[in-house]
């Protein structure tokens, strides 16, 4: 497969999981968008690591965005839960009520 095949494919992740952050409303779909464009950065890393034959520093990259994306998923998950308790719902519209 050529490298251009796997750029149109981590583009058209990353501009769905900008558009998913962009106009969604519930806090967990914002959170699965936000995956979704670390894994079209992923796909980048190792289509760029393929194509320099014996390189493996895009690898390298993947495998800590994939430490990172975990932290992130166990830290949104925990805002959540708890604007959910406070609020009771998890609509990003109504966490403006959350101010001091």
């Not at 079209?40 to 495998?63: E, K, P, T």
């Amino acid at each position: 497969m050529l490298l251009n095949q796997f750029l149109l494919l981590g583009a058209f992740l990353f501009c769905a999981g900008v558009y998913g952050v962009i106009t969604r409303r519930n806090a967990v779909l914002v959170l699965m968008s936000v995956e979704l464009m670390l894994a079209a950065v992923n796909i980048n890393l190792v289509a760029f690591s393929a194509y320099r034959a014996g390189d493996v520093v895009g690898q390298v990259f993947a495998l800590f965005v994939l430490t990172i994306a975990a932290a992130e998923v166990g830290v949104g998950l925990a805002i959540v839960l708890l604007i959910y308790r406070n609020i009771r719902s998890s609509d990003l519209d109504d966490v403006d009520v959350l101010k001091g």
